[in-house]
């Protein structure tokens, strides 16, 4: 086993570190004062951009509460079910508000 470990390791060694650079993220979803912008904050942005979100199309509160419930039931993101009215509110709010820009990279 040990042996096994050390030429893993070994391999690993000649095979290189690369790195990768980012590009700092710069969108952030807006702060309209809505009562769901904090957990949209929280929960929204653990998976996704807030640029994600500004590209998607126009879509009324039921629509977002639907695709909010989907990232929570099918996606198993962490939302607690009591925060997925708030979170759709906030973000029909403000993309009927035109709050929600993409930004170009």
Known sequence: MRAALLALASLAASAGAVGITLPNETAMLPDSGHPGYLPALQRCMICHSADY????PDF???????VVDK???????????????????????AQRRRLLRPHPP
């Open 71 to 93: 990232m929570r039931q099918a996606f198993k993101a962490p939302i607690p079910p009591e925060e997925v009215a708030p979170i759709a509110a906030y973000l029909a709010d």
């Open 60 to 66: 009324d509160e039921a629509r977002w509460r639907a």
């Open 53 to 56: 979100i500004a590209l998607q």
